[in-house]
């Protein structure tokens, strides 16, 4: 067969995934898509800041915050996850600079500190239930159980997201793909960390004051 032949054999081949990676027109519309994701996390979380406000203080006879909270574990776990948010900021300033061993490097620390806010929040709760503060012991448990709980799902939702772009920066390199990936990603994480201010704040802070 000719190499001409064989070129037209090639091109007949139809095929079902991208072989190279682009754009998208500089990538606006996928940072376009994302803003419009945050903004609809935004309202999420909204409503459900609202619906603690409302039964955050419905204890049922219960146990109430003061019986339950320790703030100073609070506080590591706080701790935990603004020095991600910092961490992660140096992986974005190396990768700037082009250099994908320390852009790496930053990441991995990154999901370790978001790794220990997630046991510390897991031990929490795992102590809260063993106490008998279950979701359905009163409204003020079920508002935070769920409002703190998608927190959570949130964080392990990001680390999972990290581990696959470090696998992804592993083989492709920082091309501009990852770059605007590992944006997407940061302006993620640091919503977290705004959002777990308000928690913090609301939720543990406000709580001890009742």
């Known amino acids: 067969m000719s190499a001409v032949a064989a070129t037209a054999a090639e091109k007949a081949v139809p095929t079902f995934y991208v072989k190279d990676e682009h754009d998208h027109a500089e990538?606006?519309?996928?940072?376009?898509?994302f803003w419009i994701y945050?903004?609809?996390?935004?309202l999420i979380f909204a409503i459900l800041f609202a619906v603690y406000g409302v039964l955050g203080t419905n204890y049922a006879a219960g146990p109430a915050p003061k019986d339950l909270?320790?703030?100073s574990l609070v506080a590591v776990n706080t701790t935990m996850l603004l020095l991600s948010s910092i961490t992660y900021g140096f992986a974005m300033l190396t990768m700037e600079k082009n250099r994908v061993a320390a852009t790496q490097a930053w990441l991995a620390v990154t999901g370790l500190f978001g790794l220990a806010f997630l046991s510390i929040e897991l031990y929490?709760?795992?102590?809260?239930?063993?106490?008998g503060a279950t979701p359905q012991r009163s409204g003020f448990l079920s508002a935070f159980f769920t409002l703190v709980g998608t927190h959570?799902?949130?964080?392990t939702f990001g680390i999972v997201w990290l581990v696959t772009l470090m696998m992804q920066v592993g083989q492709r390199g920082l091309i501009a793909a990852n770059r605007r990936r590992l944006m997407c990603l940061s302006m993620f994480w640091h919503f977290l960390d705004v959002v777990w201010i308000g928690v913090f704040t609301f939720v543990y802070l406000m709580g001890m004051l009742r």
């Open 27 to 33: 990538g606006s519309s996928t940072m376009l898509g």
């Open 38 to 42: 945050l903004m609809s996390d935004c």
């Open 69 to 71: 909270f320790d703030l």
């Open 124 to 131: 929490e709760f795992v102590h809260m239930i063993h106490e």
């Open 152 to 155: 959570g799902l949130h964080v």
